[in-house]
């Protein structure tokens, strides 16, 4: 699977927060593809981290 599919999965996954607000899809796209400049590769825990709910 290339990256971008990965990122495009990612960003379809429901929240496992659902009673928290969530960040737009931009910027989660935006998060995910900054993670994977830095570490070269997909972080495949956003959403199980909480990274996809506003602060």
């Known amino acids: ?6 990122i495009e999965s990612l960003l379809k996954q429901p929240s496992l927060y659902p ?21 070269g590769e997909v972080n495949r825990s956003y959403n199980l981290y909480g990274l996809d709910v506003v602060d």
Not at 1 to 6: A, Q, V
Request: hydrophobic fraction near 20%; glycine fraction near 0%.
């Open 1 to 6: 699977m290339t990256h971008e599919k990965d």
């Open 19 to 39: 009673d928290l607000p969530r960040k737009s899809e931009d910027r989660r796209k935006d998060d995910l593809v900054q993670w994977l400049e830095k570490y």
